[in-house]
């Protein structure tokens, strides 16, 4: 049981007592007791917990038990026996199924499915047509130089700097849901905005460059072409270093747009998850390690070939296809179940829909082949 106060609540006062005399009659009850004028942190946690439910964080003393919130108290014949029936079912509850929820080595699935619901939101994130389309390009101009190494490191340079910004890009998202996620309407916009990213990525495989879009502007695609070309004149180590850097974050300027409401989901669902917030950073670097993965695999086939490869205009718009459809369903969710964003079922669900309609599509409306 949490169980949240404040050290000015006078009904706060008169809890304490009870909930000692609990932990005592129950010796199997765990209590997480948070006061929250000393702790920040631990007002973060009421918030997003609370959001987790379904509720708002406006009043002490709370209780949580078995994914219910409890707000005030009374007396121990009120809303004290409240709480210890509640308290007494959800451990009957727990004990039923026991049996049938755990799995071999004691492995709590439900402690799984944010990790695992991280990695298939990265892992659909990671194959960004706007990353892709620049990597290779840039790779494609190295083999003209046939030097591997210099490609190995140009590319390497490149795919670590693509994944810093996009982490800092994550972790100012995350930031931003920490300070006004308790707020009500924080959730509902997240989830219009994906939305709205979802359906112009979709849009974009049947109006192809027509209409508003987020892929890389065709104005801006000369300008980082001669970034790139600069690159394979660099005299020195150094200037070819500080120009792949530059020409990484200035690429991640445009990809950002792509994909840019699987971040903003993915670390909102992050915040309506309890916890700390130092971990929330290792889940979004876990995130950011898959996200970097086909960029970096696309180095290394490039550096042990030297060949040359082109992302073609049908691979690109069956990949925002993809997303955009993902994207849509997370956003749809957000509005109608945020709840259901924290099981992994949710994401894999919805990423075999998408994979589906995206080879459906493929299939029978076709694409172009010219290279994008």
Request: charged share 15%; proline share 5%; hydrophobic share 50%.
């Amino acid at each position: 049981m949490y169980f949240f106060w404040s050290a000015k609540c006078p009904h706060c006062r008169e809890a304490l007592p009870f909930i000692k005399s609990l932990q005592q009659e129950l010796d199997w009850l765990d209590v997480q007791s948070r006061e929250l004028t000393q702790s920040r942190e631990s007002v973060r946690l009421y918030q997003s917990m609370a959001a987790e439910v379904g509720e708002e964080a406006r009043s002490v003393p709370a209780f949580f038990i078995c994914g219910r919130m409890y707000v005030g108290y009374d007396n121990p014949d009120g809303m004290g026996k409240t709480l210890r029936q509640a308290l007494l079912d959800c451990r009957q509850g727990l004990a039923a199924t026991e049996t049938y929820s755990a799995l071999p080595g004691g492995i709590d699935p439900n402690r799984m499915s944010l990790p695992l619901f991280t990695l298939t939101i990265a892992a659909l994130d990671a194959f960004n047509p706007c990353a892709f389309f620049v990597l290779l390009f840039l790779l494609s101009l190295m083999v003209n130089v046939r030097n591997r190494w210099r490609m190995l490191l140009v590319g390497g340079v490149y795919v670590f700097i693509s994944g810093l910004v996009y982490f800092l890009f994550m972790a100012a998202w995350l930031k931003l849901f920490l300070v006004i996620g308790a707020l009500p309407w924080v959730t509902g916009a997240a989830g219009l905005l994906a939305l709205t990213i979802g359906g112009l990525n979709i849009k974009d495989f049947f109006l192809f460059k027509r209409g508003p879009s987020l892929s890389i502007p065709d104005s801006a695609k000369p300008g980082l072409f001669d970034r790139m070309r600069k690159l394979l004149s660099a005299e020195n180590m150094t200037a070819m270093l500080i120009g792949t850097t530059v020409l990484a974050v200035a690429a991640n300027g445009y990809e950002l747009l792509c994909t840019a409401g699987f971040p903003m989901v993915y670390t909102r669902v992050l915040t309506l998850q309890a916890g700390a917030e130092p971990a929330y950073y290792l889940y979004l670097l876990l995130y950011n390690l898959v996200y970097v993965t086909p960029l970096l695999a696309i180095v290394l086939i490039f550096t042990a070939t030297m060949g040359r490869r082109k992302l073609s205009e049908r691979e690109g718009r069956g990949l925002k296809l993809l997303s955009g459809l993902m994207m849509a369903g997370l956003g749809l969710l957000l509005l109608i179940a945020p709840q259901a964003l924290g099981n992994l079922f949710s994401g894999l669900g919805l990423l075999a829909g998408a994979c589906v309609i995206t080879l459906l599509s493929l299939r029978f409306l076709g694409g172009g082949t010219e290279p994008v």
